[in-house]
T-cell receptor
């Protein structure tokens, strides 16, 4: 079975541009979460989507948005890119039987975004 | 404020030695605890969950002290392949709606 897939693997943008990152969860998983990992730091939570609805949001500006599609894949959009948005963007999928219980999150290989 | 603190290292350890990491968390409402491993330029992968009673998986032992709000990871008989960054992870709600809260990671280098 395929794991979590993300595209593109690498991306170079300039300040002010926008970017769309894509994620396909493990087959059967209905929850997708997005994380930003700046070099030398641990991943930071951006969003969680479950059954196509936003269920959680981290401390990120409104320039960051996401959505989940009927097939449970997801997109992360970042507008008005800043130099500080340069990071590895990780997508994780899980399938909690109930949102009240934690289920292991499986991470994709990430998209490395460089903003010049 | 939700914080997870770790010593970033690096820890340089000879092969075969025992090494231990600690991690502290600030929010007493934390529910679940984990250690993730991240190899250079790769994604994090779950190493083990951490339970109040302590748990062991081969050469790895994890312990949780809720009263003192710290988590530990012990690696015995370390191998070269154990070289990686070890991330301490905490969740504050079920289902991951608040996401996983990661520490900055502890960099471990096993030397031959």
């Amino acid at each position: 079975d395929a794991g979590v897939t993300q595209s593109p693997t690498h991306l170079i943008k300039t300040r002010g541009q926008h970017v769309t990152l894509r994620c396909s969860p493990i087959s059967g998983h209905k929850s997708v979460s997005w994380y930003q990992q700046v070099l030398g730091q641990g991943p930071q939570f951006i969003f969680q989507y479950y059954e196509k609805e936003e269920r959680g949001r981290g401390n990120f500006p409104d320039r960051f948005s996401a959505r989940q599609f009927p097939n449970y894949s997801s997109e992360l959009n970042v507008n008005a890119l800043l130099l500080g948005d340069s990071a590895l963007y990780l997508c994780a999928s899980s399938n909690p039987p109930l949102l009240a219980f934690y289920n292991e999150q499986f991470f994709g290989p990430g998209t490395r975004l460089t903003v010049l | 404020r939700k914080e997870v603190e770790q010593d970033p290292g690096p820890f340089n350890v000879p092969e075969g030695a025992t090494v231990a990491f600690n991690c502290t968390y600030s929010n007493s409402a934390s529910q679940s605890f984990f250690w993730y491993r991240q190899d250079c330029r790769k994604e994090p992968k779950l190493l083990m969950s951490v339970y109040s009673s302590g748990n062991e998986d081969g050469r790895f032992t994890a312990q949780l002290n809720r009263a003192s709000q710290y988590i530990s990871l012990l690696i015995r008989d370390s191998k070269l392949s154990d070289s990686a960054t070890y991330l301490c992870v905490v969740t504050y709600s079920g289902g991951g709606a608040d996401g996983l809260t990661f520490g900055k990671g502890t960099h471990l280098i096993i030397q031959p």
